[in-house]
């Protein structure tokens, strides 16, 4: 099982988004268990803990906002580096938004040139269109195979991630809200 990290806009309204995905990729089943945290700055305080264990980061910036491609360097990347336990993480930035490239603000190269300079792979998409969507997450799946510490990292981190996630749904379901 490999453990994702996504901070981006893709999250729900509560902070965080949990979410398990089947993927086969170089003849491996795997399990992905993806943290889908909102790159919101009011969910900072509660999403710094997920970064602790996950083998892969996925920052994605959309290219019709030059602020969410700033964001990048001015907050994401030091995110990452206060928060990840796992020196050999993979990194992936991923540009999205391509469908709309009539109000594209962030090129292809500069992001590109972004992801070069912080050791990152690289990829664009579009949500919208699906493309490269699967590609992503393939790609950041073969280069985590190819690091075993991040295998052998894996197995206990997602353990204990996933009894935190449980410890989460038991409280949530247990917590009355102001209507109630």
Same mark, same amino acid.
């Given at each position: ?116 300079? +912080? ?5 664009? *998409? /579009?949500?919208?269109? &699906?493309? %490269?969507?699967?590609?992503?997450? #393939?790609?950041? @799946? ?6 075993? +510490? ?5 197995? *206990? /981190?997602?353990?204990? &991630?996933? %009894?935190?996630?449980?410890?989460? #749904?038991?409280? @949530? ?8």
């Amino acid at each position: 099982m490999l453990m994702l990290l996504v901070p981006c806009t893709w999250a729900l309204c509560t902070g965080v988004d949990f979410k398990i995905k089947f993927l086969t990729v170089g003849g491996k089943k795997l399990k992905l268990t993806i943290w889908d945290t909102a790159g919101q700055e009011r969910f900072r305080t509660i999403t710094s803990s997920y970064y602790r264990g996950a083998q892969g980061i996925i920052l994605v910036y959309d290219v019709t906002k030059r602020e969410s491609f700033s964001n990048l360097a001015d907050v994401w990347t030091k995110e990452i580096e206060a928060n990840s336990t796992n020196k050999d993480c993979i990194k992936m930035l991923v540009g999205n938004k391509v469908d709309k490239d009539d109000e594209r603000m962030v090129t292809r190269e500069e992001g590109l040139a972004f992801a070069e300079e +912080s050791g990152c792979l690289f990829l664009e *998409s /579009s949500a919208k269109t &699906r493309e %490269n969507v699967e590609k992503c997450f #393939e790609e950041l @799946a073969l280069k985590i195979l190819e690091v075993p +510490s991040l295998l052998e990292e894996g197995s *206990s /981190s997602v353990v204990k &991630r996933n %009894n935190l996630k449980q410890k989460q #749904e038991s409280h @949530a379901k247990n917590s009355y809200g102001c209507c109630q």
